[in-house]
């Protein structure tokens, strides 16, 4: 049948599984991964084995395994055991709940996520849609109640996977009783094994005694991917995901030497970048991938990145950045500490009315980590001992307008007017 006529479609078509370039794909097969996998494995053992769950806490960059290997191994696990348990009797037989959570999805307006929000979030896993409860209006330890009498009424071994576990932060409450849930009375009928997944180095540290005793019984470090790792991750996507012709070894060392200088060896940029790549092609009407087409796909989500990363700041880091973004408008920039504190203090007034703004020292400590995630950038002023020091402040060059704008918008907030007489004086 010929192609209908559309807007939509390309003279060229290079992408022939646009699937196996998806975030959740699940390879069939784990690449560069053997020794996290050696060790992941022994985690899972004692559950193929019938004997109760071990514990474990899984860290390292962005895109370096952590989900694809927690995925294909839980897969590799039911797999197994469901064919372990057609050789059992239905007494021996061994029972598994598994159950993904990703802390994130319940962050709260204040960007935090409590123990509270999680363990409304399992136990609406664990019901039907009609008999789910409110994340509001219950006692929290009548929640932990409702837990674990949803997960006592399960059988054998539930394991919990907490992705994205540091945005807990000091709220361990719930890291501290899933582990121990048996142990300490609240469970019967099941065991509970955790693993957490964290992007963060430091949220170990942060963890109490009584946390690490039990949710860190194993660690498990993910390391970047070095360049040539992560060409190999991009071939074996390519040949299911690309037609042969569509790209050559160039575009395999280029898409992986670029995500492995801008992204601190991404497997999840490399493929992305892979995948934009073959579209910007398609959309060039290219018969291959080229040089031009990786590197317009590079900046594409570049712009996309710096926008998500603007989104996922807090309400007074937003509210900085309002600041600063007006006085850009205004051409106000680089501006004095103190004045992005005036302009800070009217963003918050039109945005968050009634809402008291921080103090110019409670400010700057937000603006200071700004500079770090490399938002803002920050110019020592020094006039010598008649001339005085001060600090001015200023959008990086990465950062326009149009980004902080759209960055709004993904958070669905409004770019209101700011009056910026008086500001600078």
């Known amino acids: 049948m010929d192609d209908v006529d559309s807007i939509f ?35 899972f053992k004692p559950i193929y084995k019938g004997r109760p769950p071990q ?15 927690t995925k294909y191994l839980r897969q590799v696990l039911e797999h ?21 959570i990703n802390c994130e999805n319940f962050t709260s ?18 019901r039907e849609s ?12 009548d929640v ?38 048996r142990d300490i009375g609240y469970l ?24 690490k005793d039990s949710l860190c019984e194993t660690e498990i470090k993910f390391p970047a991917y070095d360049a040539d790792e992560l060409a190999m991750i991009l071939r074996d996507r390519a040949e299911q995901a690309l037609y042969e012709e569509a790209y050559t070894q160039e575009t395999i060392s280029l898409c992986s030497a670029l995500a492995y200088k801008e992204a601190s060896g991404s497997a999840r940029r490399a493929i992305r970048l892979l995948r934009r790549s073959a579209e910007v092609a398609e959309e060039n009407s290219s018969e291959q991938i080229e040089p031009p087409h990786i590197r317009q796909a590079d900046e594409d989500l570049e712009y996309g990145n710096i926008v998500e990363s603007i989104a996922d700041q807090d309400e007074e880091k937003l509210n900085i950045l309002k600041a600063i973004g007006h006085l850009d408008e205004a051409g106000l920039t680089p ?48 006039k010598g001992a008649g001339g005085g020091q001060w600090n001015e402040h200023e959008l990086s060059d990465d950062l326009t307008i149009q980004k902080i704008r759209e960055a709004f918008e993904e958070c669905d907030r409004q770019w209101l007017p700011i009056d910026l007489r008086g500001v600078a004086e």
């Open 335 to 382: 501006a004095r500490t103190r004045t992005v504190h005036t302009a800070y203090a009217r963003v918050v007034s039109a945005y968050n009315s009634g809402k008291q703004p921080l103090t110019q020292r409670g400010m700057f400590n937000h603006l200071s980590k700004l500079v770090m995630f490399g938002f803002v950038r920050t110019i020592d002023r020094n």
């Open 55 to 69: 514990n474990a806490f899984l860290y390292g960059d962005t895109g370096v395994g952590k989900t694809a290997v």
């Open 130 to 141: 009609g008999n789910r409860i409110n994340a509001t209006g219950y006692a929290p330890q």
């Open 80 to 100: 197994d055991l469901e064919e372990k348990n057609e050789q059992l009797p239905a007494s021996d037989q061994i029972d598994l709940t598994a159950l993904w």
């Open 188 to 211: 019967d009928s099941v065991r509970v094994g955790v693993i957490g997944i964290s992007n963060d180095y430091t949220f170990r540290k942060t963890l109490s005694p009584k946390v």
């Open 109 to 126: 307006g204040d960007h935090t996520t409590s123990s509270y929000q999680v363990a409304v979030g399992i136990v609406n896993r664990l």
């Open 144 to 181: 932990y109640d409702i837990l674990y009498e949803e997960l006592d009424a399960l059988e054998g071994t539930v394991l919990i996977i907490l992705d994205e576990i540091d945005k807990l932060e000091s709220d361990d409450t719930l890291l501290y009783e899933l582990p121990r849930s």
């Open 9 to 43: 479609a390309d003279d060229v078509d290079l992408i022939k599984d646009a699937t196996v370039l998806e975030e959740d794909y699940t390879p069939d097969q784990i690449l560069c991964r053997d020794e996290v996998l050696s060790q992941y494995t022994s985690v």
